[in-house]
């Protein structure tokens, strides 16, 4: 059974960092593509970063362009997400994302950020 765990979630004040991490176990990392999305209380889920596999090509949303940055350790089975320059419209709960042959959610980890 393949899960994806995340960790690193937690509450900082505006212009702080955090880094999330996402670790895959059930399977084997080789071929995911792994992405992070978020989810603010009230609103739909939004796409934040992904990587892929094969190149390790990385993809950003607009909102968190030049201060998030995705990366993965095939070694370690983890896809993390190092956010800066934090903004209270970062806050949300934020699930870890993989695709190998169909789709796999993490339970998401909470993000809060004050101003």
């Known amino acids: 059974q393949v899960r994806l765990i995340e960790s690193g979630g937690g509450l900082v004040q505006t212009g702080g960092s955090l880094r999330l991490s996402c670790a895959v176990s059930g399977s084997t990392f080789s071929g995911f593509a792994m992405g992070w999305f978020r989810q603010a209380l009230g609103k739909d889920r939004e796409f934040v970063a992904a990587i892929r596999w094969s190149e390790g090509s990385t993809y950003y949303a607009d909102s968190v362009k030049g201060r998030f940055t995705i990366s993965r350790d095939n070694a370690k089975n983890t896809v993390y997400l190092q956010m800066s320059s934090l903004k209270p419209e970062d806050t949300a709960v934020y699930y870890c994302?993989?695709?190998?042959?169909?789709?796999?959610w993490g339970q998401g980890t909470q993000v809060a950020v004050s101003s």
């Open positions: 994302w993989g695709v190998k042959l169909r789709a796999y």
